[in-house]
C-alpha cells in the first residue's frame, strides 16, 4: 500500500527513519498500514471487559489483510465507579484518542468500546482524529432470571428502588436482586440504555460493523465481528474513507430517527450534538425535534417496551428497524419520516443500508421490531421543549413518561444538592403535594461539574406511600438511559450558567406542555427580573487539574458539553495538525 501517513515515519534513510524502523520492526520498510488498536478496557469497567478476549481477534484480522496491529490504552470510563460521572472524563477520553493518534505513525483505528462514554468518547475521537476508522463494541451481558424473566440492568434496579422505598420490596428481595445483578457478568447494560443505543446509532452512523447491535461480546459472533473490523479498517485505509466522509448529515439524520425509533438514550441527544459539533453538522434540538415528530416506538424494548438488546439480532437487528422506519406515512400529503431517513448512506461495511435494508427480515406486527402500522407506542417518542424556563431547549422521553402528566402545572420543589434531595425526598414528614414538579438543579455541565445522571430524582417518599409512581422532574442534568419517569432533561442554559432555572423557588408554578413543546415558569417578568439582580451563582468548588479546565470550556448540553476548543462550527475549521516528523 502506497502514500500511507506511516510513510512519514517509517521511509527514508536518515538517522531517524532508522529509529522509527528499529522501534516497530514489524512495519519497518515493507509493513503495511499500522492500526491501532485502542484498548479500553479495565478492572474498573465490566461493561468493556468482553473486549480483552476481542483484542487478538482484531489484530489477527488486521495482520490478514495486511496491516501491522498496535495495541494501546485509552482511559476506561466505566459509568458505575467513575464519580462524580464518567461524563465529566468523556471529552478528555476523545482529546486522548484524538492525540495519540496525531502524535503517532498511525493509519488507521480500531477503537473499542462498551460502556456508554467509552463509545461517545471513541465517536468523538475519531470524528476529530479522522484517520480511517471503526469501533468495536462490547455487547450486552448476561440476563440472569429474575421473578420469572430475563433481569434488565439498570431498569429493574430503578423498579425495585422504589418498590422498596414504597415498602413493597423486602430485604431478601432487594439481596436476591444484587446477586443476579452480580451474576449477570461483564458486558453492557441489557436494556435499551445509553450503551445499548450508542452501539446501534453507531452501526447506523456506518462507525462499526452492520450486526453488531446486541451481540454479546463473549460470543463466536463477537469474534467475528472483530476479526472483520480488523481487517475492514485495512481496508478503509486503502480507499483513504475517513469518519468525516461516513457521517454525513444524512447519516447523522438517521441516527436521530433511528434514536426516536428505539425509544432511545435521552444522554445520545447530547453526544449527537457533539459529534455534529466536531464535524460542522445540525444536530441541534430544533431540528431534531422536526425528525422525531412523527416517529413512533417501533422497538419494543425496555425501558420502554418489554425486551432486552440480546433480542435484536434475532428480530433483523438496525436493518429490519431501519425497513420500519422507512415505511412510515406522513400526515396527509406530506413526506413521512421514512422520507427523511437517506438508505444511500453506508454501513460500516462499505454497502450502502438500503442493500442491507432490502436482505432484511420485515417487520413485524407483534416482533420486538414493528412497522409503523403496529408502534408499540405513537409518535413521539421524545421531544425538544422551550420555553421561559428553558429558552434553549431541553428534552424529554415521551416513551418513557406518563400520559397524563404530558400536560401538567404545578408547584415547584427545588433540590439544590445531591444529598440534600436524597434526604428530603427520602423524609416521610416532607410536606408535598400530589402535583409537585422537583426541581434538580445546579447539575449541568458546569454546575457538577460534568452533569451527572441526577436528573431523575426519586418520588418523595409521602407520595411514594400514597401510590404516586411519577411526578414531573426537571433538571439541568441528565437521567441514565435505563431511566423512566416524565422528566424533562439538559435544560439550558443551567442553573449554574444564569439560566431562569436559577431562579425557580418553591412554591412557584410551571407548566409542562409537551403537544406545544412548551416549559414555562409561570412567574411574571417584573419578578423574575428582581431575583435576576440578586443572583449570585453558587461558590466555585476548589478545582484544579482536568475538572477546573472542563468548567472553564464545556458548552451546555444542547451544543454537546463539548469543550469550546474542540469543536469545529463550521467545516473549515476541521483542519488536521500533523506534527513534524524529525527527532524527538
Ligand atoms: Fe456501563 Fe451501563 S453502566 S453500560
New binding site residues.
Given amino acids: 500500500m502506497t502514500g500511507l501517513r506511516s510513510d512519514r515515519w517509517f521511509g527514508g534513510d536518515d538517522e531517524v527513519a532508522v529509529l522509527h524502523r528499529v522501534a516497530l520492526p514489524a512495519r519497518g520498510t515493507g509493513g503495511g498500514p499500522v492500526i491501532r488498536i485502542a484498548d479500553t478496557t479495565s478492572d474498573l469497567?465490566?461493561?468493556?471487559a468482553p473486549l480483552s478476549g476481542l483484542i487478538e481477534a482484531v489484530a489477527r484480522g488486521i495482520r490478514a489483510a495486511g496491516g501491522v496491529p498496535v495495541r494501546f490504552p485509552v482511559m476506561s470510563l466505566?459509568?458505575?465507579l467513575m464519580k462524580p460521572t464518567a461524563m465529566l472524563y468523556r471529552n478528555l477520553a476523545a482529546m486522548q484518542i484524538e492525540e495519540q493518534a496525531r502524535s503517532n505513525p498511525l493509519d488507521g483505528l480500531v477503537l473499542t468500546a462498551?460502556?456508554?462514554k467509552t463509545v461517545a468518547a471513541a465517536l468523538l475521537g475519531a470524528a476529530s482524529a479522522d484517520l480511517p476508522a471503526l469501533l468495536l463494541l462490547s455487547g450486552p451481558r448476561a440476563a440472569p432470571t429474575w421473578r420469572g424473566r430475563p433481569l434488565g440492568?439498570?431498569t429493574d434496579l430503578w423498579r425495585a428502588l422504589e418498590e422498596r422505598r414504597a415498602g413493597q420490596l423486602d430485604d431478601e428481595a432487594w439481596h436476591e436482586l444484587e446477586a443476579c445483578l452480580t451474576c449477570a457478568g461483564p458486558?453492557?447494560?441489557t436494556t435499551m440504555?445509553?450503551?445499548?443505543t450508542l452501539a446501534l446509532l453507531t452501526e447506523v452512523l456506518g462507525l462499526c460493523l452492520p450486526g453488531t447491535t446486541g451481540v454479546a461480546g463473549a460470543s463466536p459472533a463477537a469474534v467475528d465481528l472483530a476479526e472483520r473490523t480488523g481487517a475492514r479498517v485495512v481496508e478503509l485505509v486503502a480507499a483513504g474513507t475517513r469518519p468525516s466522509d461516513v457521517v454525513t448529515q444524512a447519516a447523522l439524520d438517521n441516527a436521530l430517527l433511528a434514536l426516536a425509533a428505539v425509544g432511545g438514550s435521552t444522554n445520545a441527544v447530547i453526544h449527537l450534538a457533539a459529534l455534529a459539533g466536531r464535524l460542522g453538522l445540525d444536530a441541534s434540538l430544533a431540528h431534531a425535534d422536526a425528525l422525531w415528530r412523527d416517529v413512533p416506538l417501533l422497538a419494543d424494548v425496555e425501558p420502554c417496551g418489554r425486551h432486552l438488546t440480546a433480542a435484536l439480532p434475532a428480530a433483523g437487528g438496525v436493518p429490519t428497524l431501519l425497513a420500519g422506519l422507512a415505511g412510515l406515512p406522513g400526515p396527509a400529503g406530506l413526506p413521512g419520516p421514512g422520507g427523511h431517513l437517506d438508505l444511500t448512506a453506508r454501513a460500516g461495511d462499505g454497502q450502502p443500508w438500503a442493500l442491507h435494508v432490502s436482505l432484511a427480515p420485515e417487520p413485524t406486527p407483534d416482533g420486538v421490531l414493528r412497522a409503523g402500522d403496529h408502534p408499540v407506542a405513537p409518535a413521539p417518542t421524545m421531544v425538544a421543549l422551550t420555553g421561559s424556563l428553558a429558552p434553549d431547549g431541553c428534552v424529554l422521553k415521551v416513551a418513557a413518561a406518563s400520559p397524563d402528566l404530558l400536560r401538567h402545572t404545578g408547584p415547584a420543589l427545588v433540590l439544590d444538592d445531591y444529598d440534600d434531595m436524597r434526604r428530603r425526598l427520602d423524609d416521610p414528614e416532607l410536606v408535598v403535594d400530589d402535583d409537585v414538579v422537583l426541581v434538580v438543579r445546579g447539575i449541568g455541565p458546569v454546575g457538577a461539574p460534568g452533569m451527572p445522571e441526577w436528573g431523575m430524582a426519586p418520588i418523595p417518599a409521602p407520595l411514594v406511600r400514597r401510590g404516586v409512581r411519577d411526578v414531573v422532574r426537571i433538571s439541568d442534568g441528565r437521567m441514565?438511559?435505563?431511566s423512566f419517569g416524565t422528566v424533562a432533561l439538559h435544560v439550558a442554559p443551567e442553573a449554574e450558567a444564569g439560566g431562569p432555572l436559577a431562579l425557580v423557588r418553591n412554591g412557584d408554578l410551571i407548566r409542562l406542555d409537551v403537544p406545544a413543546r412548551v416549559l414555562d415558569l409561570l412567574v411574571e417578568p417584573a419578578e423574575l427580573a428582581a431575583r435576576a439582580a440578586t443572583w449570585q451563582p453558587a461558590p466555585v468548588a476548589d478545582l484544579r487539574g482536568w475538572p477546573l479546565l472542563y468548567r472553564q470550556h464545556v458548552g451546555q448540553a444542547p451544543a454537546g458539553a463539548d469543550l469550546d476548543f474542540l469543536t469545529a462550527p463550521r467545516p473549515e475549521h476541521r483542519v488536521r495538525v500533523e506534527p513534524t516528523v524529525g527527532r524527538s
Fill in positions: 469497567n465490566p461493561c468493556n466505566g459509568e458505575d462498551g460502556c456508554d440492568t439498570g458486558g453492557t447494560c440504555g445509553t450503551a445499548s441514565s438511559g435505563t
